[in-house]
């Protein structure tokens, strides 16, 4: 009898292609994708802009196309993903920002009936853990949330300080944030957040400690098959990890796995918590998708891509036990060169 | 003195505390004292052997390792 060492071929779609300085987790999910023994990858890159980074990595990403932006609605996201359905056989599509999640997951069952499998959360997990929604939802599973209330106008800040004390966190919907100390300094914040997310924003308590982000996937049965803590060590003015290592620390473990056994979460997860000095943990955030940083889980021996990508085929997946700690990532700037008539191909025709 | 059991140090006189993801720089008696005491030695033997090897008044050594035991409390890697 003959056997052949040959992986079976499938095909995936990502979105988060933009890793610049705010960087989409696309281009690192699909890095830990293409360390899977599973399967030959081919894989799909989903962009917005034409100048999203991963689209010009030509080794990571096969092909790319362009998504209309989450706005426009699930007709014409659907529309387009049948198109691109025709051209590549997409098995898996993995989506990466916390704004377009609501159109997939509306999306779920027409996509599966396309034959495109996804493993997202359900609307009601995405809801719940809405920044706006965040007190309600540490309330409702005993879990140390930062108190915290939405702003619909600048002249709702004053009350939001008196109620929080100063400073304050002014988040906005999806992403961005600033630490203000003044009703000055807060209402320049809130002209620069409403102006570029839309309100309503949400003003948070300020919580002072170590910041510490964990990734996990939960399997929506109540377990998190793996969960991997790591310490941001270098931060951009932007907030984002530029570089980071992984922690043993079991309080951080059993509170990722008290979150996804509380909501039976299904699907990657980052949790960013805030130790405090008397070693409380506060979760300051409930991102429903892997973070941009989740390579270094595959790095550290748990890689929750590759782990995703087998629950979305409804193959087994076990607990994941033991990581590599003190396992570091440095990120990099790095001056991809293309040719004029890549970047027209995808600004003109929306592929490459 | 206790250190905490997951703390690691190495022959170099790197120390790192996996709990917090903080690394620290030992001088090379900092660096021996803290083996030792990983590998389950008493203070009181380590300080005997110290006065032993290194030019130092018994009163000196107990102010210099009541120093380290701050400096190890203050980056949080004692029991």
């Known amino acids: 009898m003959l056997l052949s060492a040959t992986r079976p071929r499938l095909t995936v779609a990502v979105t988060g292609l933009n890793a610049t300085d705010s960087p989409g987790p696309g281009v690192a999910v699909i890095r ?46 659907l529309e387009r993903l049948q198109y691109i359905k025709e051209q590549e056989d997409v098995a898996v599509l993995i989506p990466n920002f916390d704004a377009e999640l609501f159109n997939f997951i509306k999306l779920e069952p027409q996509l599966r009936a396309l034959g495109i499998r996804t493993f997202l959360p359900t609307l009601a997990q995405l809801e719940a853990r809405d920044k706006l929604n965040l007190p309600a939802f540490g309330a409702a599973h005993g879990l140390h949330v930062p108190a915290s209330r939405p702003l619909l106008h600048a002249g709702e800040l004053l009350a939001a300080a008196e109620e929080l004390g100063w400073p304050l966190v002014l988040k906005g919907r999806y992403y961005d944030a600033a630490v203000v100390h003044s009703l000055v300094q807060a209402e320049q914040a809130f002209g620069r957040l409403a102006g570029q997310w839309g309100v309503p924003l949400i003003a948070q308590q300020f919580v002072a400690g170590q910041e510490i982000n964990i990734a996990g996937l939960g399997d929506g049965h109540g377990r998190a098959l793996s969960v991997v803590p790591m310490r941001k060590l270098t931060i951009t003015d932007k907030g984002k990890a530029w570089a980071g290592i992984t922690l043993e620390d079991e309080a951080l473990l059993a ?25 409380e943990l506060f979760i300051m955030e409930i991102n429903p998708r892997f973070p941009a940083w989740i390579y270094l889980t595959a790095a550290a021996g748990q890689n929750q891509p590759a782990a995703l990508l087998r629950l979305a085929l409804d193959l087994p997946v076990p607990m994941m036990d033991g990581y590599a ?15 004029h008539t890549q970047f027209q191909q995808v600004a003109a025709l929306g592929e490459l | ?14 120390v790192f505390n996996p709990a917090t993801g ?7 008696l900092a660096a021996d004292i803290l083996a030792r005491t990983k590998a389950g030695q008493e203070a009181a033997a380590i300080k005997a052997d110290i006065l032993e090897h290194y030019d ?20 949080n890697l004692l029991d």
């Open chain 1, 255 to 279: 509170l990722a796995r008290r979150f996804a056994e509380a909501t039976k979460w299904r699907g990657g997860f980052e949790l960013e918590i805030m130790r405090a000095a008397t070693g």
């Open chain 2, 56 to 75: 130092v008044a018994p009163g000196q050594l107990e102010k210099d390792w009541d120093d380290l035991l701050a400096q190890l409390r203050e980056f």
């Open chain 1, 32 to 77: 830990a994708l293409r360390e899977t023994v599973d399967f030959d990858l081919r894989v799909i890159g989903l962009s917005y802009e034409a100048l999203e980074p991963g689209i010009y990595l030509r080794d990571m990403v096969d092909r790319t196309y362009q998504l209309p932006y989450p706005s426009a609605g699930t007709a014409a996201l």
């Open chain 1, 325 to 339: 700690v003190g396992k570091m990532f440095v990120r990099y700037a790095w001056d991809l060169i293309t040719d």
């Open chain 2, 1 to 14: 003195m206790k250190l905490k059991k997951n703390i690691a140090t190495s022959e170099a006189g790197f």
């Open chain 2, 22 to 28: 903080d690394s620290f720089a030992a001088n090379p």
